[in-house]
């Protein structure tokens, strides 16, 4: 008898440790982020159901979007993009044009802002390398723009000077079609800045 007694403590623990667990994990849902939870928040964007989804109600729900997508890492951004473009796709060109200005200024911006800073840290060497893969994949998204056409056709180390001294004028001044498609070289960019950093 005492014998079992002692298996019934111990299922009556662990059933209290697992109920402890779940609620724990019910409770710091809205603080755990993921690719696939950002996904979902694109996908299920309450304004695909309802047109007549308030102005304010869509602010917040950009809110929550934008938090979720800041809060990934570096893979979990490539992950997204590699599982989810058609979704992220859809999400944006539902934006009104004062959403995706906002979004793509607070995301893409934010990376951007880690990159200059990076970049200004590195040794001279490893910034010039840099700059220079940034020139080259810009060139290979610039299309017609004349002004961006006029930065790109620089010396390499023209470029870098002014990557460093005038990125956050061009920045600002870019379409937001060319922000959107910079996002995953500025991404990549602070990705690789970060593994030099380590080494």
Known sequence: MPLQ???LQIAAFLALVWAGVGIVMWSTEDYVFSSEKTLAL???APWFADENFSESKRQAYLDKVITSYLKLDFNQR?????????TMDRFSKSLTFEEKSDYVNRTVGENFKAVMKGLEKLPAEDRRR???TIQREMKKKAGKDSEIQLLLDQT????EKSLIKDAGLFFKEAPLSAKLEMAPMFEAMQGRMQGMRMR
């Open 156 to 159: 390499p180390a023209d470029f």
């Open 5 to 7: 007694r002692f298996w």
């Open 42 to 44: 694109m996908e299920n």
């Open 130 to 132: 840099l700059a220079g």
């Open 78 to 86: 490539n992950d997204m993009r590699e599982d989810g473009l058609e």
